[in-house]
Structures are given as C-alpha cells and as structure tokens.
Nanobody
C-alpha cells in the first residue's frame, strides 16, 4: 500500500501552471520534512523543494522564482505550485519522506507546445 501518492501532473504549454499534490495515506505529513524531487529522461533525480515541520521552505535555485511548496495540515497534503513552466521542467515529479525513505510513485509533468 502506497504511503505517499502524488497527483496533478499533465501536459501543459510553456508558460503554463500546474499544482502537484502529495497525500500521505498513513503518517501525518506535518510531522516531517517533505521534499519534492524530479527526474527528467536520461538525467539523475534532482531536488526541487522541501517544507519543514515549522513550515519554512527551501526551493532549488533553478526554480525558486517559479515554484512554491506549501502544506495543508488538515488535508495531510503537500503541494508544489509551479508557474511559468518551461520545457526543461519536463520530468517525473516525486515526493519523498526521508524519515522512512518513502517515495511516491511519481507524476509526469510534460511542458510542450
């Protein structure tokens, strides 16, 4: 049974926006730091953003002016809001809970005209 489930991916044109969601099926995500990673075809998985227990965040330099990570405690969900998407943002996006080494199944984001 999956403990982390991502959703919200899809095909979007350059300049468009998407919001990805990561829902915890068991653990209360608010107790842990939750990270988003992405992996483009032929490339290594890379860090995108993280949100700490105190709700502070850190976003990769490459996307920090376009991506925002937030937490909805009541929905047990962590969202990644992505704006002004570029073709180079095309990747499978994963959420990750390091305390248990849990990865979600990933959600595909494709940016293309």
């Amino acid at each position: 049974q999956a403990q982390l489930v991502e959703s919200g991916g899809g095909l979007v044109q350059p300049g468009g926006s998407l919001t990805l969601s990561c829902v915890g099926s068991e653990r209360r995500l608010a107790q842990w730091t939750i990270r988003w990673y992405r992996q483009a075809p032929g490339k290594q998985r890379e860090f995108v953003a993280e949100i700490y227990v105190n709700a502070k965040t850190r976003v990769a330099t490459s996307v920090q002016d376009r991506f925002t990570i937030t937490r909805d405690v009541y929905a047990n969900r962590v969202d990644l809001q992505m704006t002004n998407l570029k073709p180079e943002d095309t990747a499978v996006y994963y959420c990750y809970l390091g305390q248990y080494d849990w990865w979600g199944q990933g959600t595909q984001v494709s940016v293309s005209s």
